[in-house]
């Protein structure tokens, strides 16, 4: 009769038998092949990265989805995949069925980032707003003349025209960039008006020096014997026509100021200026 058995190691059965008047026995060993065992190395990467396969296997095995041109019988292999994959590795002792072991890569597609400008140009000494998006966190670079160089948005206030990067990572850890020229114009311009009248009229009561693009000047006005007359560091600040509180009478001054520009440039200059009434 038929008899099923379920074996997890190599045996030896014994049967004996009998026909009424005699008796026999007989053995038979079976032997228990090890099913195929294998080993191998799942990943989770970024799109763009590559991942490192091995298979550790103690029977023959061949990768069956490999990228053209590996060699489907070596262990080891680097590969770059741009989507999630799962990699097959068939493995065979020569007896039990073909072991198929999956192999699962997940690929997370890169985000996408973009910079945004409010200005673009700007003059030099001007600011702006750099704001980016698509990401969780943010690096800019060069972090010069940026307020705040690890956040979403940030104000912008360089001296020379700029090349902005900007990198974001997600909440995979997989990060892209987005690049922006911020451009900067310098109209580097410094004059005093020759004649001003402090009568309170409303018009040219105020002496200036006037001009645009630069970060820090000196202006000092002396009287005919040299004396300095008002001077400041200041270009908000021009003179009334008064010394020491007193309203002058019309003359000719002399000044001299000194500018230095956004862009470094210096300019100096002196002349004279006559207050009328």
Known sequence: NPLTVTLSENTTF??????????????????????????????????????FLSI??????????????LDPF?????????????????????????????VPVIVHQLPTVNIFVQDNPIWGGEFTTLTANGAVS????????????????????????????????DANGCSNTDTLTLEVQHNDVLYVPNVFSPNNDGQNDILYARGTGFRN??????????????????????????????????????????????????IKQHGSVTLVK
């Open 14 to 51: 014994y049967l004996e038998g009998e026909d009424g008047s005699c008796e026999g026995t007989n053995t038979t060993q079976i032997t228990v092949m090890a099913y195929p065992v294998a080993t191998a190395s799942p990943d989770t990467i970024c799109r763009g990265d590559s991942v």
């Open 56 to 69: 550790n296997s103690n029977y023959a095995f061949e990768w069956l989805n490999l990228p053209y041109g």
């Open 74 to 102: 070596k262990p080891y292999h680097t590969v770059a995949p741009t989507h999630s994959i799962t990699y097959q590795i068939s493995i065979d002792n020569g007896f039990c069925p073909t072991l198929i072991k999956d």
């Open 138 to 169: 943010y690096k800019w670079i060069p972090m010069d003349d940026l307020a705040s160089p690890y956040e979403e948005s940030t104000i912008a206030n360089p001296i020379f025209t700029t090349f902005y990067t900007v990198t974001g990572t």
């Open 217 to 266: 000047i000196y202006f000092v006005v002396y009287d005919r014997w040299g004396e300095i007359i008002f001077e400041t560091e200041d270009p908000t600040v021009g003179w009334d026509g008064t010394f020491k509180g007193e309203k002058l009478d019309p003359a000719v001054f002399v000044y001299y100021v000194k500018a230095v520009f956004w862009d470094s440039k210096e």
